[in-house]
């Protein structure tokens, strides 16, 4: 009985298997169906193309088919040779139906997985690129490769290289190694090359060359690719060692092929004032000149040309007004230096070479003695009535030219006239000399009193001067209205000779006013004999006063006796 | 049963049932995950059937099914007869097929695919029919030890109730006639063993209401208290109707074991071939 029932179980068991057979042969022993990409080791006997016992899914067999991606690992490349990538199963979880997705971008997906972990981090402008803007089947460099491996070109994520020029256009059309368009770009842009050093580069930029369009040194190459014509920057300039290879010499060489010996590339107007030699230009600076600063001359913001320099007055105003036609013709440098403008060099041995040579008194004054500051209307107005204008309003010059070069010219007349019949004809130096005004030299006896005696030792003052019109600097007239005596002389006698027919040299004589010429025998009516020849004068000619003032009295007297004698007491007589 | 192998059992009861509660409440968000999902899932690496807990549960479970098999070994091998009681090893037999199948769902993280599916749904299978096998383990009278009487036995058995309750108990044997004809109503024309299976439930509670009710009705009887009574005249009627049912309920169970062995041999089967299969596919330790 237990033999039956034990056969009959059996029985059952082959009998339910036989009934499960159909599903068994197409059932699997996997846990679910594999995705697409493996749908085709589906089924039992594939298990171990991928397992391996003690060692569940075992890398090496996956590698053994996705030999691209062995030869990356191998070359440690890619996101698969980094560490903690080593088992396959961890990403690619498969069993888990044909849809199910083979590849795990982590929870944020595929747009946020971390590109650095292939080795090639995406930064700058790689940053926000969708995949397929980069894994595209014509960035891929051995597609033939790939294709041979059985990878779809439209999905696979291997195949670029890291070489920039595998996914961009050369824009500089070769100009440059393939392989080096990170020493000038970063990832950040195209354009500016920020990662470019020009310093590196033969020609460093300094200065204003910093901020100078790149284009602007480098021209554009004209080239065709793809049938279309492309332009790009030219980054060899040729000749690039002076600086006239690329600017124009504004000196027009004058000054040498050595720009940076004045200027840097700071500024063409920033020169380095230091170093630079003016007597490298056409305008030697001396003197004055030297201790100036540059502004004063090359004015800032009017550049440093200067149309026309070879005449002082083309920079400095002609300080008096063309009044010296010499030095229009001959340059102010006949009188003056770049040191100063005062003193000028003009000599004494200048000024005797002049129209006026100086002598006497002349010699001794100063300049400014005759070459006064004179106030300009009245300059035009005496002499000079076309001037040159000034540049800049002024009032007053120094007075360079006059009118004429008669003493009279400067010092005018201090006889007012008086004395211009002698003028006529020698001039004041008629009577004065150059070496002093004092010194005068005039002929007396011309005049109709030649001075002899007491007179000629008197100075012309004793007698010319009138003292309530003259004054020490003022004119000098001469108020000599006669040649009688007493045209200057008081009559001391008030006029007792007056109906007398006598003058005063009837008596008196130049010698002396008491070297007397009179003889009381002859020109008298009372002739002295006798006792009267003993007699003091002044016993017959007393002294008396006549409105308030003293005199001796000379006539008339009584010419009797008694007039003088009646006085004295009997027996005297 | 004797105190520690109950205790022991029931600490093993609770053992496991702890042991499936924490995985499954640890596992809720995991399991509840849909399938094409759960790769994505932070516990994917440890509650698949593969990872660390998963494959861990998948090896606990499936050596309770293989010790399991130790009451068949006991059962059939008389040497191993002296091994501790049958029934507290069918009862250490029942514990393996409730834990084991249990920690074996949470090992296939409720995925059931492929061949294994076959192993796994004869596992539910012969699980669930070991609930009606301890049912039917029930209806057939058997000794304290577990131990299967025969019928003559039973009757032997019943005969000697009866008078016990007739000669102790001063039952009228009118009354327990009628006991009789309580326990055994309905069974008098013949059925079909599938109509018996299912109202075999239903048909042993009706017994059991009849007897309440009579019991009501029974006075006070002298001598033996009446639970006493109560619980022998029950016996007594159940083992009466046992005996009029006994042939259905040996069809019954032998059926039972017709339905259960194949599949539990199924199932082995294929739990072998599938741990076969881990082992060769690099799943084998831990």
């Keep these: ?573 | 049963m004797n105190c520690p192998f109950k205790s022991g059992l029931i600490v093993l009861y609770l053992a496991a049932f702890s042991a499936v509660a924490y995985f499954s409440i640890a596992g809720y968000s995991y399991y509840r995950t849909p399938l094409e999902e759960r790769p994505r899932h932070e516990d994917f690496w440890e509650l698949k059937p593969g990872g660390s807990t998963g494959h861990a549960l998948g090896v606990a479970g499936s050596s309770l099914m293989v010790i399991m098999l130790v009451y068949s070994v006991r059962k059939r091998v008389p040497r191993l007869r002296g091994l501790g009681q049958l029934k507290q090893w069918l009862n250490f037999h029942i514990f393996c097929g409730i834990a084991g199948p249990l920690l074996v769902i949470l090992h296939s993280s409720f995925k059931v695919q492929g061949l294994v599916a076959l192993s796994f749904w004869s596992m539910i299978i012969v699980a669930m029919s070991g609930f009606l096998g301890r049912y039917l383990y029930q209806q057939v009278p058997r000794r304290r030890s577990g131990d299967e009487l025969t019928l003559t036995e039973t009757q032997e058995l019943s005969t000697v109730l009866g008078r016990r309750l007739v000669d102790e108990f001063g039952l009228d044997p009118e009354r327990l006639e009628e006991v009789e004809r309580l326990a055994t109503s309905g069974l008098e024309q013949r059925r079909g063993l599938a109509r018996v299976l299912l109202t075999l439930p239903w048909q042993g509670l009706a017994v059991r209401l009849r007897l309440l009710r009579f019991f009501r009705r029974l006075g006070p009887l002298p001598g033996k208290p009446l639970r006493e009574l109560k619980r022998t005249l029950a016996r007594r009627a159940i083992l009466e109707r046992r005996i009029r049912m006994w042939s259905d309920l040996q069809r019954l169970f032998y059926y039972w074991h017709l339905f259960h062995k194949p599949f539990a041999v199924i199932m082995y089967l294929f739990m072998v071939l599938h741990i076969g299969v881990a082992i060769a596919t690099g799943y084998g330790g831990f």
């Excluded at chain 1, 085709?40 to 171990?48: A, F």
């Excluded at chain 1, 997906?109 to 995949?131: N, P, V, W, Y």
């Excluded at chain 1, 960035?139 to 779809?152: C, F, M, N, P, Y």
């Excluded at chain 1, 001037?387 to 010219?409: I, M």
Aim: hydrophobic share 35%; glycine share 10%.
């Design chain 1, 1 to 573: 009985m237990r033999r039956a029932r034990g056969s009959l179980v059996v029985a059952i068991c082959l009998g339910a298997l036989g009934l499960l057979l159909p599903a068994l042969s197409r059932a699997q022993l996997s846990p679910g169906e594999l995705s697409r990409a493996h749908a085709e080791l589906e089924g039992s006997g594939n298990c171990l193309s991928c397992h391996q016992a003690q060692r569940g899914v075992d890398p090496p067999l996956c590698l053994s088919c996705h030999e691209s991606l062995a030869k990356r690992i191998e070359s440690e490349l890619g996101l698969h040779a980094q560490a903690g990538y080593e088992r396959c199963e961890r990403c690619h979880i498969e069993h888990h139906g044909r849809d199910f997705d083979l590849i795990w971008w982590g929870e944020e997906g595929r747009d946020s997985f971390d590109h650095g972990l292939t080795g090639f981090a995406l930064e700058g402008a790689h940053a926000g690129k969708q995949c397929a803007e980069c894994h595209r089947p014509e960035s891929i460099v051995d597609r033939t490769a790939l294709e041979a491996a059985g990878k779809d070109l439209e999905t696979t994520f291997l195949g670029l290289d890291r070489a920039c020029l595998s996914c961009h256009r050369d824009e500089h059309l070769g100009q440059v190694a393939a392989d080096s368009c990170a020493s000038c770009h970063d990832f950040g842009a195209w354009n500016p090359a920020s990662a470019f050093d020009h310093a590196q580069a033969d020609f460093a930029l300094t200065g204003l060359h910093q901020s100078v369009a790149c284009a602007g040194c480098h021209g554009a190459i004209q080239a065709e690719r793809d049938g279309e014509p492309v332009s790009t920057m030219r980054f060899e300039v040729g000749a690039f060692g002076r600086c006239s290879d690329c600017h124009r010499d504004p000196h027009d060489g004058r000054l040498g092929p050595s720009c940076e010996s004045c200027h840097s590339t700071a500024g063409w107007s920033r020169f380095d004032r230091g170093a630079f030699d003016h007597g490298d230009t056409r305008f030697l600076l001396t003197g004055a000149h030297l201790r100036v600063s540059c502004d004063l001359c090359h004015a800032p913001g009017t550049g440093f040309r200067i149309e026309s320099f070879e005449r002082c007055v083309d920079c400095h105003e002609d300080e008096h007004l063309g009044q010296l036609s010499r030095a229009a013709a001959e340059g102010c440098t006949w009188c003056h230096t770049t040191d100063t403008f005062t003193p000028a060099t003009f000599t004494l041995d200048d000024h005797q070479r002049s129209s006026y040579p100086l002598a006497g008194a002349h010699l001794a004054i100063p300049c400014i003695a005759c070459h006064q500051e004179i106030d300009l209307g009245e300059l035009r107005s005496s002499h000079f009535a076309t001037l040159g204008s000034p540049g800049k309003p002024r009032v007053s010059t120094r007075q360079f030219r006059f009118g004429g070069t008669a003493c009279e010219d400067c010092h005018g007349d201090p006889h007012l006239g008086e004395l211009d019949r002698w003028r006529e004809d020698g001039g004041c130096e008629a009577c004065h000399e150059l070496a002093s005004w004092r010194s005068v030299s005039f002929d007396h006896d011309l005049t109709e009193l030649p001075l002899r005696g007491r007179h000629a030792a008197l100075r012309c003052a004793d007698c010319h001067l009138d003292e309530s019109a003259a004054s020490a600097s003022g004119p000098m007239p001469l108020t000599v209205a006669s040649a009688e005596c007493a045209s200057c002389h008081e009559d001391p006698h008030l006029d007792q000779f007056a109906d007398a027919g006598a003058s005063c040299a009837t008596c008196h004589q130049e010698e002396g006013w008491t070297d007397l010429l009179f003889d009381h025998d002859r020109d008298a009516r009372f002739a002295l004999e006798g006792a009267h020849l003993k007699l003091d004068c002044g016993a017959c000619h007393p002294v008396e006063t006549r409105a308030g003032q003293a005199f001796i009295r000379y006539r008339p007297l009584a010419y009797t006796c008694e007039a003088c004698h009646a006085t004295y007491p009997p027996g005297q007589r």
